[in-house]
């Protein structure tokens, strides 16, 4: 076969030798070499480095019926936001969930990852159990988990903004429910809730319900 252009061959140099630009991260501690991630999956944000994993652990640990190693946190640029916000889909094990147990766990959720890593959610979904993009291996695929959330293909248990309608890949937002969205946040701004449920602008979320399906 024929050779890469100089300019794209995955190779780097190091020292006196070459090696292999795998986009895998990790570290050296005693001597010995430890996995720390992907590089596509640090996301900058507030002009810091932040890795997926340093963000899903704290928020699985803070709801047991968060499935173990089956959540994905991102970040995306959002209109009216100088910065990338951070966005956190989840599998819920089966069972019953009242809109009650979804606030106070959530809250927990988004407080435990303000403690760990001082980042605010700006939005989180919950979806139905075994339904998270993933790999034939069972690693969870982020850029697709945040692709089915654009598109509306999430099977979608929860949305804690309400721009989704809940059910199987029902598509995104329609107008109206965005609009209601709008009103539930700014009837929540001044009201001393976790940043998760924080002010959103009405505009914002009226267009994402008008156009965000053409994306």
């Not at 248990?157 to 721009?163: A, M, Q, Y």
């Not at 329609?174 to 969205?181: C, H, L, Q, R």
């Amino acid at each position: 076969t024929k050779a890469a252009p100089a300019g794209t061959r995955p190779w780097g140099r190091f020292g006196n030798g070459k090696y292999l630009r795998t986009g895998d991260m990790a570290f050296m501690q005693d001597g010995r070499i430890f996995y720390s991630g992907r590089l596509k999956d640090m996301m900058i944000v507030r002009g810091q480095n932040y890795y997926a994993q340093d963000i899903e652990f704290p928020a699985q640990d803070a709801w047991g019926a968060i499935r173990g190693g089956c959540l994905a946190a991102f970040s995306m640029d959002v209109e009216g936001e100088e910065e990338e916000q951070l966005f956190i889909v989840f599998e819920l094990a089966p069972g019953r969930y009242s809109t009650e147990i979804f606030r106070e766990n959530l809250e927990k959720v988004a407080r435990m990852v303000k403690a760990k890593v001082g980042l605010d959610v700006y939005r989180m979904v919950a979806v139905k159990d075994r339904t998270i993009p993933k790999t034939t291996s069972g690693k969870i695929r982020r850029r697709a988990t945040k692709e089915a959330l654009i598109t509306g293909t999430l099977w979608v248990l929860h949305d804690s903004l309400g721009l989704l309608p809940l059910g199987k890949g029902k598509g995104t937002a329609t107008a109206a429910a965005a609009a209601a969205a709008a009103a539930r946040a700014s009837s929540l701004s001044g009201s001393g809730m976790p940043t998760l449920e924080r002010s959103v602008s009405s505009s914002y979320l009226a267009g994402v319900g008008a156009s965000i399906g053409g994306i």
